[in-house]
Nanobody, 115 residues
C-alpha cells in the first residue's frame, strides 16, 4: 500500500504563486511515476504534470512555462510550483503514484485563484 498526502493549496490572487507538496509513504517501488492532476467543478479530471523516477517530466500545454514539477527522492515528496496562476486554474489538485500493476491517489487539495 502507498499513502499520498497533498498540502499547499489555498486561495491566491491571479498572477500569484503556490507550491503544492505530495508526501508519499509505504511500499513505493524504485520505478514509479508521480503526477499531479486537477478537477474543476463539472469537469473531468485532467493531467497537469508528471515526473518519472528517472526525472523525466511531462506537462499539459495549458501549464507549460508556468508550472514546474519536481521530486525529492530522499523525502519521497513531489512538488508542483505554480506561478502566474489564473482563475481557470481553480480546481482540486490530486497527486497520483503509478507503479507496475497499481496506482494510488491522494485526497486532493483545493486551489482557488481569484480574479
Amino acid at each position: 500500500q502507498v499513502q499520498l498526502v497533498e498540502s499547499g493549496g489555498g486561495l491566491v490572487q491571479a498572477g500569484g504563486s503556490l507550491r503544492l507538496s505530495c508526501a508519499a509513504s509505504g511500499n513505493i517501488f524504485r520505478s514509479n511515476t508521480m503526477g499531479w492532476y486537477r478537477q474543476a467543478p463539472g469537469k473531468q479530471r485532467e493531467l497537469v504534470a508528471a515526473i518519472t523516477s528517472g526525472g523525466s517530466t511531462h506537462y499539459a500545454d495549458f501549464v507549460k512555462g508556468r508550472f514546474t514539477i519536481s521530486r525529492d527522492p530522499a523525502k519521497n515528496t513531489v512538488y508542483l510550483q505554480m506561478n502566474s496562476l489564473k482563475p481557470e486554474d481553480t480546481a482540486v489538485y490530486y497527486c497520483r503514484c503509478t507503479m507496475v500493476g497499481s496506482e494510488y491517489w491522494g485526497q486532493g487539495t483545493q486551489v482557488t485563484v481569484s480574479s
